[in-house]
Each structure stands twice: as C-alpha cells, then as structure tokens.
C-alpha cells in the first residue's frame, strides 16, 4: 500500500470544505471527509485506479460518492 501526505494548500482546502458541509447540515462534514478518506484509501491500496492525467497524476471519481 502506499502512502500519502496533504500539500498543505490542499489541506487547508479540505478542511475549510469539511467545515462548509458541516455548517450546511451537521454531519455532513464527517460524511464528505469519510468519503474523501475512503477514496484515498482506495488509491492507495489501488495505484493505478483512475485515469492517467498529462502530468502523470491519475484522477478518479468514487461511484457511490454524492460529493
């Protein structure tokens, strides 16, 4: 399995984003950072899931995510 880290940008986005959905409706902000936690756990587990971007990034969309 790999690992990954947060760029420090990205982070901060992430949780300004968990924030956002948790003021719109509590719990939602623990429902969309299980969601992301759970794609990333899955492209670790999976590397070469998704498609392969130009810049050698892959992008994936989990299916059953509703964010």
Do not use: Q, W
């Not at 880290?5 to 623990?30: C, D, I, Q, S």
């Amino acid at each position: 399995m790999k690992d990954y880290t947060f760029h420090p940008r990205a982070l901060e986005e992430f949780k300004a984003e968990v924030m956002r959905y948790e003021n719109a409706t509590p719990g939602l902000g623990a429902d969309f950072a299980e969601s992301v936690f759970a794609a990333i756990d899955l492209a670790c587990h999976f590397p070469e899931i998704g498609a392969l971007s130009g810049d050698g990034v892959r992008f994936f969309l989990p299916r059953n995510s509703r964010f």
